[in-house]
Structure formats: C-alpha cells, structure tokens
C-alpha cells in the first residue's frame, strides 16, 4: 500500500511563495509518476502540476506556468513544489498524487490517471 504525506501548506501573503512536499513509502517511489491537484471550496479538483517517474517530463496547469516549479528526488523518495508569486486564487487544498504506469500519458492532468492519494495540505493566500 501507498502512502503519500504532503507538507508545507499554510498562510501567505499574496505575492509571497511556499514550499509544499510529499513524501512516499510503501512502494517504489522512483516507479511512480507524481502529479499535483487542489481543490477550492465549492470546486472541483483541479490539475496543478506533475511530473514523470524519471524526471524527464513535467506538465503545467496554465495557472501554474512560470510560477510553479516541480521537482523530485527519488532517492528521498521526495517530490516539491516551490509555489511563486501566490495569488487569493491559488488557495485551495494541495493534494499529492501518484500514478503507476511505464508512461504518464495524455491523461496526465485527469484525477482517474492517478491510482494513490494523500490527505491534503491547506494553502491559504491573503490578500
């Protein structure tokens, strides 16, 4: 079984940035494709960012682009996500994600492409 654990979230002044983490264990991390989602109150889960289970490739929500940057360290078994120039719109709860698979596919950015998920870190960004 899967564990993913994020940390980091927590209250930031508009135009400041924050450094959310996951954590893996109970499997291989470095086999896992680990994508980034968040959810607003009253929203659907949202696409933020992922990345390949070998680095080679990562993906961006149009939101995200140029602000957000995704990386990972398999031998931490570690994936972060350095969140810059955060807006009111950017609050939500950050969930961490991992697909198994050879490749990530076209369903990179679709909430049923994942197979485990963590509980969910709050980000709140004051205006």
């Known amino acids: 079984q899967v564990q993913l654990i994020e940390s980091g979230g927590g209250l930031v002044q508009a135009g400041g940035s924050l450094r959310l983490s996951c954590e893996a264990s109970?499997?291989?991390?470095?086999?896992?494709?680990i994508g980034w989602f968040r959810q607003a109150p009253g929203k659907e889960r949202e696409f933020v960012v992922a990345?390949?289970?070998?680095?080679?490739?990562?993906y961006h929500a149009a939101s995200a682009k140029d602000r957000f940057i995704i990386s990972r360290d398999n031998a931490r078994n570690m994936v972060s996500l350095q969140m810059n120039r955060l807006t009111s719109k950017d609050t939500a709860v950050y969930f961490c994600?991992?697909?198994?698979?050879?490749?990530?596919?076209?369903?990179?950015?679709?909430?049923?492409?994942?197979?485990?998920w963590g509980q969910g870190t709050q980000v709140t960004v004051s205006s």
């Open positions: 109970g499997h291989t991390f470095s086999s896992l494709h």
């Open positions: 994600a991992g697909a198994l698979g050879y490749l990530l596919g076209d369903g990179y950015d679709t909430t049923r492409r994942y197979d485990y």
């Open positions: 990345i390949t289970r070998g680095s080679d490739t990562t």
